[in-house]
């Protein structure tokens, strides 16, 4: 065969190789746009379906000031499932950068958190709460066809306590080598006051949330539940989470309930009930400090182990709730002040349960929170109001250097500007970490299912993902899931509020 033939030849083998190509990419391209235009069919199709579920009665939500804002009401199945299918768009977004994080701190896999679940939290819940977190899968499921199972809701909702506490716990019992250096968290800044302390003499009660910007950014959740059973409670909190987490909420007899994790906290039960379980029922069943106090004893496993500060709005009285594993401490009065910042004060749940917590180490980020909230507690004794708690959750005063600088001693933790970083709770330098979103209420408010809640950090500062990320690329492995947080407003939600419709 001449050359010139079997190049003609070849080249035409080409062309319509080529040609069939062409056809075959375009007919694959026309398939897929069928098949996604089928699933968005099918997609619209459950949705509208899922719309008329009549566990949706009486559910909606809607999004202001940064914050999305969520009723639910009926029973357990019924609230589950207004839950995971209002907020499904924010479950699902929320639940990768949560999972990863997980998964990154203690070296485990999804699985692992998923046995956990099924084994050890799951058959400690009280039925009410099993089927309150069924109904999130299924709303979830009817709203977006998801793939998460409870499973995965009941290990989203451990993410506080089963990381941070079980698995150190875990790994000492398995004597694991290696194992990821794992410490209880130092989360959040509060304070509640009562009598001659407060402006009428009323209580004021105050919450900055403390965490890092991945998970931060989407505790974005205003939840106003009514159950069959229980008071109504007004929180903020995360997607997919039945307590609030943080903590802050308030309940229609008048408890007033927020929290600071203790820094150092060791200890575990396997025999106990979680604490998301435990947080969720007092705020929902105690209507004094007594029974919230008797409902977080109840099967306490040391779990995400907090200093809680309460307020009863019928009696005017204030408490301090220290709640180690081994030993814990109750303090209350008419008159006075609580503030936490991350430090047991209790000697004997300092000496049992954070046995390497420093307290006289003033340079170290509690401690240094801790001095700052007696100067400003007591600068303003008498004056303290929920303006003025609004100003003090955006403080910058690090009591240390005696000078004004957002760093992780102040108040409004700005962890990204410092290289110093928290070693107590295994926070590196820079860590993009902080004061996350603060909320604020008083007995007035409360009476009438009110609070005020700003997200962002409380001093109204931006974070801009990028430039940190580029500043910083040990932090690379949140690029996927760490974005900006911006700051909204303050803005006030009430127990019941519809959305202001603009016409
Ligand atoms: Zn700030």
Redesign the pocket.
């Known amino acids: 065969m001449p050359d010139v033939v079997r190049k003609v030849i070849a080249l035409s083998i080409l062309i319509i190789g080529a040609g069939f190509l062409w056809v075959g990419t375009n007919s694959y391209n026309d398939a897929e746009a069928a098949k996604n235009e089928m699933q968005g069919t099918i997609a619209s199709a459950r949705e509208r379906a899922a719309a008329n579920d009549p566990r949706l009665k009486g559910g909606y939500s809607y999004e202001r000031g940064g914050w999305v804002y969520v009723h639910l009401e009926g029973d357990a199945e019924a609230v589950g499932f207004q839950h995971g299918y209002l907020l499904a768009p924010e479950i699902e977004d929320a639940f990768p950068a949560v999972s990863t994080n997980m998964m990154h701190s203690t070296q485990r896999d999804w699985p692992f958190f998923r046995q956990v679940a099924r084994e050890i939290l799951w058959p400690k819940l009280d039925p009410e709460y099993q089927q309150e977190l069924e109904g999130i899968a299924e709303g979830l499921h009817a709203r977006t066809g998801s793939e998460l199972d409870v499973w995965d809701i009941v290990a989203l909702n451990s993410f506080e306590e089963v990381p941070d506490y079980y698995v150190p716990w875990l790994n000492k019992q398995e004597k694991a080598k290696n194992a990821a250096n794992l410490k209880s968290p130092g989360n959040c800044i509060a304070f509640v006051a009562t009598g001659s302390w407060t402006k009428d003499g009323q209580i004021v009660i105050a919450h900055n949330n403390w965490t890092n910007y991945m998970n931060g950014e989407r505790w974005r959740i205003i939840f106003d539940i009514h159950p069959t059973h229980g008071y109504s409670i007004l929180m903020d909190g995360f997607p997919g989470v039945i307590a609030s987490d943080d903590d802050f909420g308030i309940n229609s007899d008048g408890l007033m309930v927020t929290e600071t994790t203790i820094t150092q906290f060791e200890g575990w039960d396997p025999n106990g009930k979680p604490e998301f379980l435990r947080a969720r029922k007092a705020l929902q069943y105690a209507g004094s400090i007594d029974e919230y106090t008797r409902l977080m004893l109840d099967g306490n496993n040391g779990g995400y182990a907090n200093d809680w500060l309460l307020g009863d709005r019928k009696t005017g009285e204030i408490a301090q709730l220290e709640l180690g594993l081994k030993a814990y401490k109750l303090w209350r009065t008419k008159d006075g002040v609580f503030a936490g910042s991350n430090f047991a004060r209790d000697p004997k749940v300092l000496k049992l349960d954070t046995p390497e917590f420093q307290p006289t180490d003033m340079g170290s980020s509690p401690n240094a929170r801790r001095v700052r909230w007696e100067q400003l507690l007591n600068e303003n004794k008498g004056k303290i109001d929920v303006d003025l708690a609004q100003q003090m959750l955006?403080d910058?005063v690090d009591s240390f250097e005696k000078k004004e600088q957002?760093n992780e001693r102040?108040l409004?933790g700005?962890l990204d500007n410092s290289a110093r970083g928290v070693a107590q709770w295994a926070w590196g330098p820079y860590y993009p970490g902080g004061?996350v979103q603060g909320k604020a209420t008083d007995s007035s408010m409360t009476k009438d299912m009110r609070l005020v809640a700003r997200m962002g950090?409380?001093?109204g500062?931006d974070f801009h993902a990028k430039e940190f990320l580029a500043a910083h690329p040990d932090y690379a492995w949140q690029d996927l899931y760490l974005r900006d947080m911006k700051a909204g407003p303050w803005t006030t939600f009430r127990a019941g509020e519809k959305p202001v419709r603009v016409n």
Request: charged share 10%.
């Open positions: 955006g910058h957002a102040v409004c700005h004061a950090h409380p001093c500062e």
